[in-house]
C-alpha cells in the first residue's frame, strides 16, 4: 500500500533526495557506497565510537547475489579491492558423515565453472576485510557514535532521526538498516517479532598452520550429518596477500589462516538455558562431549581450536510480515528478514536489498520515478524473497536439530542418489549457496 499524503509530498519535493541510513553494516555500507557512485547525497548514522568497534573476525560467504550487488555497487577500485581480499582458495563443497566419509561432495569447478565472470562467482572473506572495503572513501559520509532513539515525519514530508546525544538530522527518507535488534522496526513496525527456533550454535576457530588435518578440512566447505543429532559445519579462510594488517587478538585477526567452525543443536541438548554465558573452555568440553563417535580428524578441529574464539548463539528468526503502508521510512536486511545462519544467506541478502534500493532511489534522483513508488517497488520485491530466504534457513536449522532418525537417514540417502545421478549432481551444484 502506498500512503497518499507522502504521494501528494512526492510532487512537491526536488528531483535529488538525501538519503539518510541507520546503522553501518554490510547492507547499510553497500547501500551507501551505490548511492555515492550514483551522485546520490546519502549519510549514514552508527551508534559505535570506533571503526574497531564492530570488528568481528569469522569468515563469510558471499554467492553470485551477494557478488552482483557488490558490483553493481561498488566503483570499479572498491570492487576491485574486494576481489584482492577475498580467501585464495574457494575449495569445493562436501556433505559427510560424523565419520567423514563423503555422502556427496562437489568440487569448486563444479560450483563455478572457470568462465563464469567475476561478479556471479562464489567467494569466502573477512568480515573484517569486507567491513573495511566497504568503509573506504566514506569518511565524509559515515557518522559514528550516532546512537539512533527514534524518527519523526515533519510536515514537508520528510523525516527527522533523533541520537542518543541530543542531536538530529532530517532526510527524504530514513532506512533502517541497523540490524537484528533494529530500533526503526521498533518504531515502524511494532508488531514484528523474532522468535528462538529452540536451535543453539557453537562456534570456534582454529588456526590451519601446522594442522593436521585432511585435505577437505583445510580446503573445503564442508556439512557434517550425523545418523543421530545435530549438525558440524567447517569453511576455511586462506587470506591473499592484500589483506589488511590484523589487530593483535586472533579473534579479530584475517591475515591467519583458519577454519571456522560450528556445531548446531537443539537448545535441549546443552546442560543449561544459560549456554551463551559458558566460557570457550566449557562450551569446547560440551562439543567433545557430543562426538565422542566422530572421526578423529573432526574432533581435532574443535580440540586445537582457541577457546577464546568459541562462543554460543540461540538461534533466532523474524516471523513473516505483510506488506505495510509505504512511506518515507523503509527496511534493510537483518532489520526486517533477520533470519538462521543455517542457509549462509543472511549477509547476501542484505546486499541484495542494498542493490535493489539503490536502483531504486537512483530512478527518484534521475526524476523518472516518485519516491514513495520507489520505495513500495523495493519493499515488494524485497518481502519477497527476504522471507522466501528466511524460509530456507530456518528449515535447515530446524533440520540440523531434529532427533528423528529416519529424517536423517532418507536425507543422507538423497545426498548419496545425487551423488550418483549426473544431472541431479550439477543441478544441486549450481543450486549451491543460492
Known amino acids: 500500500m502506498i500512503d497518499n499524503a507522502s ?17 553501518a553494516g554490510i547492507g547499510g555500507l553497500c547501500l551507501a557506497q551505490g548511492l555515492r557512485r550514483a551522485g546520490v547525497s546519502v549519510t549514514v548514522h552508527e551508534r559505535t565510537k570506533a571503526r574497531t568497534d564492530w570488528l568481528q573476525g569469522y569468515r563469510i560467504h558471499i554467492n553470485p547475489n551477494g557478488s552482483r550487488a557488490l558490483r553493481a555497487c561498488l566503483p570499479p577500485s572498491t570492487w576491485q579491492a574486494f576481489l584482492d581480499t577475498v580467501s585464495i582458495d574457494s575449495g569445493g563443497f562436501g556433505f559427510t558423515t560424523e565419520r567423514l566419509n563423503d555422502l556427496l561432495r562437489f568440487t569448486a569447478e ?187 580428524a573432526l574432533r581435532e578441529v574443535i580440540i586445537g581450536s582457541d577457546p577464546q574464539t568459541i562462543n554460543a548463539i540461540r538461534v533466532r528468526s523474524a516471523t513473516p510480515v505483510d506488506a505495510w503502508e509505504t512511506g518515507r521510512v523503509t527496511l534493510l536486511g537483518d532489520a526486517i528478514h533477520n533470519m538462521t545462519p543455517m542457509a549462509g544467506i543472511g549477509a547476501n541478502t542484505a546486499l541484495r536489498d542494498a542493490a535493489l534500493l539503490c536502483g531504486k532511489l537512483t530512478e527518484v534522483h534521475a526524476g523518472t520515478t516518485a519516491m514513495v513508488s520507489a520505495l513500495h517497488d523495493y519493499e515488494r520485491q524485497m518481502l519477497d524473497y527476504g522471507f522466501a530466504a528466511v524460509r530456507q534457513s530456518l528449515r535447515n536449522a530446524r533440520q540440523a536439530s531434529t532427533t528423528n532418525r529416519l529424517t536423517r537417514a532418507a536425507l543422507r540417502a538423497t545426498l548419496r542418489t545425487a551423488n550418483a545421478l549426473p544431472p541431479l549432481r550439477r543441478r544441486m551444484a549450481t543450486q549451491l549457496g543460492q
Do not use: C
Open 110 to 296: 563444479e560450483i563455478t565453472p572457470a568462465d563464469v565472470p567475476p561478479e556471479s562467482r562464489h567467494y569466502g572473506v573477512s568480515r573484517i576485510s569486507l567491513r573495511e572495503v566497504l568503509l573506504s572513501g566514506m569518511d565524509d559520509v559515515v557518522r559514528l557514535d550516532h546512537e539512533f532513539t527514534h524518527y519523526e515525519a515533519t510536515a514537508d514530508g520528510r523525516v527527522t532521526a533523533y541520537f542518543a546525544d541530543g542531536g538530529t538530522a532530517t532526510a527524504d527518507v530514513l532506512i533502517g538498516a541497523d540490524g537484528a535488534n533494529s530500533r526503526v522496526r521498533r518504531q515502524l513496525l511494532p508488531h514484528a517479532r523474532r522468535v528462538d527456533t529452540g536451535v543453539v550454535a557453537v562456534a570456534g576457530k582454529h588456526r590451519l598452520a601446522d594442522a593436521a588435518l585432511p585435505r577437505v578440512l583445510t580446503h573445503d566447505v564442508n556439512l557434517v550429518i550425523p545418523k543421530s543429532r545435530g549438525s558440524f559445519f567447517t569453511a576455511v579462510w586462506h587470506p591473499g596477500p592484500q589483506v589488511i594488517a590484523p589487530p593483535e587478538q586472533f579473534l579479530l585477526d584475517n591475515t591467519t589462516p583458519y577454519l571456522l567452525w560450528g556445531y548446531t543443536d537443539a537448545a535441549t541438548a546443552f546442560p543449561t538455558e544459560a549456554v551463551e554465558s559458558l566460557s570457550g573452555t566449557d562450551l569446547q568440553r560440551l562439543v567433545l562431549d557430543r562426538t565422542v563417535e566422530w572421526a578423529p
Open 7 to 23: 504521494r501528494s509530498s512526492d510532487s512537491r519535493r526536488m528531483d535529488q533526495p538525501h538519503v539518510m541510513i541507520i546503522g
